[in-house]
């Protein structure tokens, strides 16, 4: 079983950047395909970016350019970093580890997920 706690979330001005963290336990990371997903109150949970076992990424297009998944597996933790952010990227973001090594684009493909942390850029 895994457990993901986010971090780095916050209020920041448009064109701003803001890096998240999500720290795993229970598991080795590298192992899983992670990913990102955000939210807005009464919208679907959409797919922000993935990283898989062999370190692949992959991003949704309105963030490809913008915004970078990392993985450090020395401190078994996965990062997003964002940058150039706009109002639109208001929302809660949340982590997630599958059991499978291809990443998807699909929540409920994903078997463990975060708390969420809040980010606000206005």
């Known amino acids: 079983h895994v457990q993901l706690v986010e971090s780095g979330g916050g209020s920041v001005q448009v064109g701003g950047s803001l890096k998240l963290s999500c720290v795993a336990s229970g598991d080795t990371i590298s192992r899983y395909c992670m990913g990102w997903f955000r939210q807005i109150p009464d919208k679907e949970r959409e797919g922000v970016a993935g990283?898989?076992?062999?370190?692949?990424?992959s991003y949704a297009d309105s963030m490809r350019g913008r915004f970078t998944i990392s993985r450090d597996s020395a401190v078994n933790t996965v990062y997003l970093q964002m940058n150039s952010l706009q109002p639109e990227d208001t929302a809660m973001y949340y982590c997630?580890?599958?059991?499978?090594?291809?990443?998807?684009?699909?929540?409920?493909?994903?078997?463990?997920w975060g708390q969420g942390t809040q980010v606000t850029v206005s």
């Open positions: 990283i898989e076992s062999d370190g692949s990424t």
């Open positions: 997630a580890a599958r059991r499978v090594l291809a990443c998807s684009w699909s929540p409920a493909d994903f078997d463990y």
